[in-house]
């Protein structure tokens, strides 16, 4: 009798220190198979080595496959040191825990989902000393060490790195063929996200062995004002706005990059949903429409800096355009002429006559398709060049009647702009009026030649080639950010409902439901 007393108050104290929020001075010793030798009954027994067998019992049968539950297994597998359970008691850091799990509540995460009810549950068990049959107190010993560590794990990689990888979701929707045949995931997402590492995982362990978990979680949440917005709007969300879209755009806050519009004084921004184009520079804001990718050929999501402009650019055309609309006009000259196109050597650059290209030799890749620079140009008069891996850019188009629309998702995937030479204007460090005047004559005057003369005297006649601008390098480059949000500021700052143009949302969402009940 005297035996389960001491049990029983020891059993009752050391968990109760879960719910005294942090206060870990009090220690009570547990010392495990070796107090309770001759205690009755085996399910009271504590058995370190029971423990250990139950843990390893537990990582063989979970077949979880978030990364936080493979870390979980991982971190057992190594048999590294327990976080929670000890001689000392279990560790009362697992109140915080659980209480900041508990209050995912308010953004409609079900605690469940982090194994909230079966630690409760498990830890009641230990209080009450209920103890069922077939069970003992060395297996909800394992399960409660188990389940904290998942646990901790699911929250703290969900707060600090997202819940939802972007890079792995977005970039495995569309395939795209190869030139032998073989379908590859065209790659939409390519901007540089952070993602848990061995340093992280380590810092949030140590956390918790030395008793500094509060501080860590105070700094796993982002501080982006824009995440703080999304707060506000889930507080005081209507039927116009759904739950689940507020939360999908919260989400894509989570995403820790490398750069952020918020970090610089002058940037660029297109968000993709709005079909709109922001050109910040302190608190000056001007948007204009622009037309993206279409759903088949998307503009990808990255960031970078526009480095350079160039004025009436040739647009060398896609193989892909070659084969669908070219390729069958070879023969028609007029067709040719009237699209300003023309075939260039690529090893050369020499251009070469129609009359001697056979489709062949443009499906080799040895002759481009090439169309002059100037008024009817693709690309339009100016071209907004920044590093990126999808030879993509900002550029002026000859097809106005696409800013017209609603849905503007109508390009190969480059960004055409409604404005181009006052985007020009804005990116210039200095706006020397001789300069502007240049870029105006350059972006208005006719470029064409007449076929019949030289077409050098044509161009020494008609155009002033002092006031003629090429290429304009822009020192310093301009930060471009090309995202998607689908709840986002106007210029004017009030928040806007686009829609989910390219079906992004929804794939996040379906994400996101492994989390609500």
Request: hydrophobic share 35%; net charge positive.
């Amino acid at each position: 009798m005297k035996s389960f007393i001491y049990f029983y108050l020891f059993i009752y104290i050391a968990v109760a220190l879960i719910s005294c929020n942090g206060n870990t001075q009090d220690k009570v010793l547990l010392s495990i198979d070796k107090d309770f030798k001759d205690f009755s009954l085996l399910k009271f027994k504590i058995s370190k080595s029971r423990v250990r067998r139950s843990i390893k019992e537990l990582v063989n049968d979970d077949k979880d496959s978030l990364v936080a539950d493979y870390l979980t297994r991982n971190y057992y597998r190594t048999k590294k040191e327990y976080l929670w359970i000890s001689k000392e008691g279990i560790n009362p850091s697992s109140a915080l825990l659980i209480d900041s799990i508990e209050r995912l509540t308010s953004i409609g995460f079900s605690p469940n989902k982090f194994i909230n009810k079966e630690i409760k549950k498990d830890i009641k068990k230990i209080q009450t000393l209920s103890i069922e049959e077939g069970e003992s107190i060395s297996k909800i010993l394992a399960r409660i060490e188990y389940s904290l560590t998942k646990a901790l794990f699911r929250y703290a990689i969900g707060e600090r790195f997202g819940y939802v990888t972007p890079s792995y979701i977005l970039n495995r929707l569309d395939t795209a063929e190869t030139k032998n045949g073989v379908k590859n995931y065209q790659r939409l997402y390519d901007i540089h996200t952070e993602s848990v590492d061995t340093l992280f995982v380590n810092q949030l362990v140590a956390s918790v062995t030395n008793d500094s978990l509060q501080s860590f979680f105070q700094k796993l949440k982002t501080n982006r004002s824009l995440f703080k917005n999304f707060q506000f709007l889930l507080r005081k969300t209507s039927t116009r706005i759904s739950k689940m879209k507020v939360l999908v755009n919260m989400e894509r806050c989570r995403w820790r990059h490398n750069d952020y519009p918020e970090l610089h004084k002058k940037y660029v921004l297109v968000n993709v949903p709005s079909f709109y184009l922001q050109a910040v520079d302190e608190d000056s804001v001007f948007s204009m429409r622009v037309a993206c990718g279409a759903l088949s050929t998307k503009t990808p999501l990255l960031n970078s800096t526009i480095e350079r402009m160039d004025i009436n650019p040739q647009w060398i055309i896609p193989l892909s355009i070659v084969k669908k609309q070219i390729i069958s006009q070879l023969g028609n000259r007029h067709y040719f002429d009237s699209h300003s196109y023309f075939i260039r050597h690529v090893a050369t650059g020499k251009e070469i006559d129609i009359s001697e290209v056979t489709p062949d030799m443009l499906l080799s890749g040895a002759y481009k398709v090439v169309q002059r620079g100037g008024e009817g140009n693709a690309l339009g008069r100016i071209v907004f060049r920044f590093p990126n891996n999808f030879s993509v850019y900002l550029h002026d188009t000859s097809s106005r009647e696409a800013f017209s629309r609603f849905d503007r998702g109508v390009s190969h995937g480059c960004i055409r702009v409604e404005k181009p030479l006052e985007l020009a204007i804005f990116l210039l460090q200095d706006k020397e009026e001789a300069l502007i005047d240049k870029l105006i004559y350059s972006t208005t005057v006719d470029m064409k030649t007449d076929s019949r003369n030289n077409e050098k005297d044509c161009l020494e006649n008609k155009i002033d080639r002092k006031r003629l601008i090429n290429s304009k390098s822009l020192k310093p480059s301009v930060p471009l950010f090309i995202t998607y949000y689908t709840l986002y500021p106007d210029e004017k700052g009030v928040m806007r409902d686009y829609p989910d143009v390219y079906g992004y949302d929804k794939v996040i969402a379906r994400y996101l439901l492994n989390y609500i009940d």
